[in-house]
């Protein structure tokens, strides 16, 4: 059961909902859900939900966790997002701030969708090439090269955003954040040398 059974019991005597309480026999999804703060308090993360993050964010980061990633979790985790308006993932409550970019295929024209952690740089989003450290840069850099712009689908909003790699010196003097924000790159970088493209996507229009 995602979360644990003791600790979503723990969080719904605390918070004196015994609808919840019986829910816990039944859905765990759904408790799994309200335990991370879906609707029991939205402004302030319980202590579940901090540690399940954790435990989410490190688990990603290894070879398992990897695998997961890039052939379960890339699959349906845009379908998710777009289903319920950026407030779920595969996870639940997503664990880092999400969103889905979606480009044109270079070669097929065909819509693409990939679901990326971002870092916030003012009203911007920055996104990271990092494939997960593999050897090889993934599909949706050379996408968004070609194509210059891309959708961008976040909570509650979707947006049509242009799309331009940082210079060396830009991503030197913003790594340090965005591996705050993304905790997990500090293992991907040490999984390859290759040099992780970060771009910086600019609003320029709601999406129609």
């Given amino acids: ?15 004196g909902d015994a609808h919840l309480g019986r ?4 859905n765990p999804w759904v408790l799994h859900y309200f335990c991370l703060g879906g609707s029991v308090n939205p402004s302030r ?48 409550l997503p664990t880092l701030p999400m969103l889905t970019l979606t480009t044109p295929g270079r070669k097929t024209g065909r819509p ?15 996104v990271v090439a990092s494939s997960m450290g593999s050897q090889t840069h993934p599909a949706w850099r050379y996408n968004l090269e070609a194509a210059g712009t ?3 689908r976040v909570r509650n909003g979707v947006f049509t955003a242009t799309a331009i790699a940082l210079t060396a010196q830009e991503k030197q003097r913003l790594w340090p954040a965005i591996q705050t924000t993304i905790p997990q790159m500090a293992t991907y970088v040490r999984r390859t040398d290759r040099d992780f493209r970060v771009f910086r996507l600019t609003r320029i229009s709601d999406a129609g």
């Fill in 1 to 15: 059961m995602p979360g644990g059974c003791s600790c979503v019991s723990v969080l719904i005597v605390v918070e």
């Fill in 23 to 26: 829910l816990a026999r039944f």
């Fill in 45 to 92: 993360p319980s202590l579940v939900a901090v540690l399940y993050s954790q435990l989410v964010n490190q688990f990603s980061a290894t070879t398992p966790g990897t695998w997961v990633v890039k052939h379960i979790a890339s699959k349906v985790d845009p379908v998710i997002f777009r289903a319920t308006n950026g407030r779920l993932t595969s996870t639940g």
């Fill in 112 to 126: 693409h969708a990939v679901q990326l952690a971002y870092h916030r740089d003012g009203d911007d989003y920055l």
């Fill in 150 to 152: 891309a959708e961008v």
